[in-house]
C-alpha cells in the first residue's frame, strides 16, 4: 500500500473536532511557520491525546502539491485516477490526491482552483493528513509526478478567474476565513464583516495575517457577494414536491414480479432505483437477473440487456429454459464492442424513445469504463478501483434517475464475502443484494448444495435485510420452501402446487 512517510515532513499537531454536520473545527497547537519535522516518538504521544490531528506543510520544501475534492464524484477524479494515479487520502467529503510538487500558476495556493469545491494545497498550504480521524489512505500507489496528460486536464479546467486570485500567502486557515467572511457578508455590513474577521484572525488563526493580508481578504469576499449571482430558492411545503414529482416521474413502486423479493423491498421498486447484485463468480448473479427480467416479460415491461460476461446466445438458451420466447419484450444491442457507460446511455436514450419505462440488467460492473464527455481517454485501470468504480455506480445511479427506468448491475463478492472495492460502489444504489451457495457437508461430491441465500445488504429506505433461501428450478430462482413443495407435491402424484412466489 502507498505510504507517507510524516517523519520526513514539516508537520503541525492539531486538536479536531466534528460537529453534527460533519464540519471540522480546528485548534492549532503551533503556528505554521514554527512547523517542524516530528519524531515517530512525538506524534504517537500526539496520537494517545483526545481529537488528535496532524497537518502536512505542503508547498516545494515538502515536495507536495495536493488537489483536495471537497466532493466524491466530480469527473476529474476519475480522469487523474485514469492518466496519473498518485497516493490518494479519502476524507469525509471527498479525496486528498498527492502529487510531487509542480512549479506552475495553476497551482497557486487557493479554493475552486479547478471547480467547484476542487480546492490547491500547495506552496503556502497544509493538508491534514492520516492518521487524523476521518482521513484514511486509498488505493495503494505512493506520491507520483503529475505527467503531461494530467497536466493537459488540468490547465482546460483552471479558469483564469482560479489561476489569479488575489488571496496572498494563502494558506487553507486563509481559505476558511474566506469561506466565513463569504457568509458574513450575507447577514452584516462591511463594518461587522471586518470586525468578525479581525477578531477571527486574532483568535482562531493566532494572529498570523497582518492587516494588510487581512484587507485582501476582506476585499476578496466583498467582490465575491457583488459577483455571485441570486439564486431562486422555492420553498414548498413537502407534500406539494412529493406531488409534483409524481406528476414528473412514476413514484410508484412496480413490483417486480418475484413476489418473495417483492416483500422484502415494501412492494417492488420505483423508476430511478439503482440495484447492486453481488456474488463470487459463478454463484448466481445472472441468473438472479435473468430471472428478475422474466418476471417483469411476464408482465410486459421490457427488458434491455448489457451481457459483456456472457454471449447473447447463453442468455437466450436460459431465457428459453425458463419457457420465455420471443413474445417477450427482451432487448440488447447488436454489437456491445463499446463497453463505456457513454454508449450504454446512448442505447437507454435510444430505447426510450420506444418505451416509456423499462429495466435495465448489466453485467458487469468490472467490464465498464465511466463517463469522461470525451475529455481522457482512459488507457488503463486504476489501482485505486475503489473510486474508479464507484464513480460509475454513481453514474449508473444518475442515468436510472434522468430516465425514470430501473438498472440493475452486477459486481463482484470478494473471497471475505464482501463487495469487491465495497466502500464507493454500494453508495449510491438504493438496493445492493448478495448471493452466497451453501456449502456442502464434507466428504460430498459437489462443493456446494442446491440452496443459494438472497441477502439484501441495503435496502433503502426500508433499512431491513432479511436473508432469503433460493433454488433454481428450470434456470430460474424460486424460494427453497416453494421448490420443496413443488417436489414433493409432484412426488405425490398431485398436478397442483399452491405456493405463493
Known amino acids: 500500500m502507498g505510504s507517507m512517510n510524516l517523519t520526513n515532513l514539516k508537520t503541525v499537531f492539531v486538536k479536531i473536532k466534528w460537529d453534527e454536520n460533519g464540519e471540522k473545527k480546528c485548534t492549532f497547537l503551533e503556528k505554521w511557520s514554527n512547523a517542524t519535522i516530528k519524531t515517530q516518538e512525538q506524534i504517537d504521544a500526539h496520537f494517545k491525546t483526545p481529537d488528535a490531528g496532524i497537518g502536512i506543510v505542503t508547498g516545494k520544501e515538502s515536495n507536495l502539491t495536493v488537489i483536495d475534492f471537497d466532493n466524491k464524484y466530480d469527473e476529474l477524479i476519475v480522469e487523474l485516477m485514469s492518466v496519473a494515479p498518485t497516493y490518494c487520502v479519502g476524507t469525509r467529503k471527498g479525496y486528498h490526491f498527492y502529487y510531487k510538487f509542480k512549479d506552475d500558476p495553476i497551482f497557486k495556493q487557493g479554493t475552486d482552483r479547478f471547480g467547484k469545491s476542487i480546492d490547491v494545497r500547495s506552496e503556502g498550504g497544509l493538508v491534514f493528513a492520516p492518521p487524523t480521524p476521518n482521513y484514511k489512505v486509498w488505493g495503494d500507489e505512493d506520491v507520483n509526478e503529475l505527467n503531461d496528460e494530467a497536466m493537459d486536464i488540468l490547465r482546460k479546467r483552471a479558469t483564469p478567474t482560479k489561476q489569479v486570485q488575489n488571496l496572498k500567502t494563502t494558506t487553507t486557515r486563509n481559505d476558511s476565513l474566506f469561506r466565513m467572511a463569504c457568509g458574513w457578508v450575507d447577514h452584516y455590513d462591511a463594518q461587522e464583516v471586518w470586525s468578525r ?84 463468480a459463478g454463484e448466481g448473479k445472472t441468473a438472479l437477473m435473468q430471472t428478475l427480467s422474466y418476471y417483469y416479460s411476464q408482465q410486459g415491461i421490457t427488458s434491455l440487456w448489457f451481457s459483456y460476461e456472457e454471449t447473447m446466445s447463453e442468455i437466450w438458451e436460459r431465457f428459453e429454459t425458463m419457457g420465455v420466447d420471443r413474445s417477450n419484450q427482451l432487448f440488447a444491442p447488436f454489437n456491445l464492442d463499446d463497453s463505456k457507460i457513454d454508449f450504454i446511455e446512448k442505447a437507454i436514450i435510444k430505447q426510450k424513445k420506444e418505451t416509456p419505462f423499462f429495466v435495465v440488467f448489466i453485467d458487469q460492473l468490472f467490464n465498464l469504463f465511466p463517463k469522461l464527455d470525451g475529455k481522457s481517454k482512459i488507457e488503463h485501470l486504476s489501482t485505486n478501483h475503489s473510486l474508479y468504480l464507484g464513480q460509475m455506480s454513481t453514474q449508473l445511479k444518475a442515468i436510472a434517475m434522468q430516465q425514470k427506468i430501473i438498472i440493475f448491475t452486477a459486481h463482484q463478492l470478494n473471497r471475505a464475502g464482501e463487495l469487491s472495492y465495497s466502500d464507493m460502489v454500494r453508495h449510491a444504489p438504493d438496493k445492493v443484494i448478495y448471493l452466497k451457495r451453501e456449502d456442502a457437508p464434507l466428504g460430498s461430491k459437489d462443493q456446494f448444495t442446491d440452496k443459494t441465500f438472497l441477502k439484501i445488504n441495503k435496502n433503502r429506505p426500508l433499512g431491513t435485510r432479511p436473508i432469503i433461501p433460493l433454488r433454481v428450478e428450470r434456470g430460474k430462482f424460486v424460494p427453497y420452501e416453494f421448490a420443496e413443495a413443488a417436489r414433493q407435491q409432484l412426488q405425490l402424484g398431485s398436478n397442483s402446487i399452491n405456493v405463493k412466489i
Not at 406531488?243 to 414528473?248: A, H, L, P
Open 197 to 280: 474577521m479581525v477578531k477571527a484572525n486574532k483568535e482562531f488563526m493566532k494572529g498570523e495575517l497582518d492587516l494588510t493580508e487581512l484587507d485582501i481578504i476582506y476585499q476578496q469576499a466583498l467582490k465575491y457577494k457583488v459577483e455571485e449571482k441570486e439564486e431562486e430558492i422555492k420553498i414548498m411545503h413537502i407534500s406539494d414536491i412529493a406531488d409534483e414529482q409524481r406528476k414528473e416521474m412514476s413514484m410508484e413502486k412496480k413490483p417486480t414480479g418475484f413476489s418473495i423479493l417483492d416483500d422484502a423491498f415494501g412492494g417492488g421498486l420505483r423508476a430511478g432505483n439503482a440495484v447492486i447484485v453481488a456474488a463470487l
